[in-house]
């Protein structure tokens, strides 16, 4: 996909714009991967219901501001595609059936967080943890 510099109501699918991805720095990265927006339009489809994204794409900056791994699969560039989004949970059951349904769907990096749940597509070992 590249990076985007279009409008914010560039459209990434269905469901899902770029300005729901870029980094929230402000420097409008926003390189993600299709695969992941495949993904997470089933997942949408599987659940029903709107996802809300609250982090998708970032600046290795970003991702350093915030906290996030080095290695993080939100980081991206010109060269690297996000692979990841923290999509807003803020129920148990929320947290339940995202995790259970992104399970089924083969999302591979899968975390619970207070009010979110962590989604990605990493290759080649699956992952699951809580924060």
Same mark, same amino acid.
């Given at each position: 996909?590249?990076?985007?510099?279009?409008?914010?109501?560039?459209?990434?699918? /269905?469901?899902?714009?770029?300005?729901?991805?870029? +980094?929230? +720095? =402000?420097?409008?990265?926003?390189?993600?991967? =299709?695969?992941?927006?495949?993904?997470?339009? &089933?997942?949408?489809?599987?659940?029903?219901?709107?996802?809300?994204?609250?982090?998708? +794409?970032?600046?290795? *900056?970003?991702?350093?501001?915030?906290?996030?791994?080095? *290695?993080?699969?939100?980081?991206?560039?010109?060269?690297?595609? +996000?692979?990841?989004?923290?999509?807003?949970? %803020?129920?148990?059951? *929320?947290?339940?059936?995202? /995790?259970?349904?992104?399970?089924?769907?083969?999302?591979?990096?899968?975390?619970?967080?207070?009010?979110?749940?962590?989604?990605?597509?990493?290759? %080649? &070992? %699956?992952?699951?943890?809580?924060?």
């Amino acid at each position: 996909m590249g990076i985007l510099t279009a409008n914010e109501s560039e459209r990434l699918s /269905a469901n899902f714009s770029t300005a729901e991805f870029r +980094c929230k +720095c =402000g420097c409008g990265t926003c390189n993600v991967s =299709g695969e992941l927006i495949k993904k997470l339009e &089933h997942l949408r489809m599987l659940m029903k219901k709107s996802l809300v994204i609250n982090s998708g +794409c970032r600046c290795e *900056d970003y991702n350093t501001k915030v906290g996030g791994s080095p *290695d993080s699969n939100h980081i991206t560039s010109d060269r690297k595609q +996000c692979i990841a989004a923290d999509i807003h949970a %803020p129920t148990a059951l *929320d947290k339940y059936l995202l /995790a259970r349904s992104a399970f089924t769907l083969g999302f591979s990096g899968i975390g619970v967080a207070a009010s979110y749940v962590h989604l990605d597509i990493r290759k %080649p &070992h %699956p992952s699951l943890w809580k924060y």
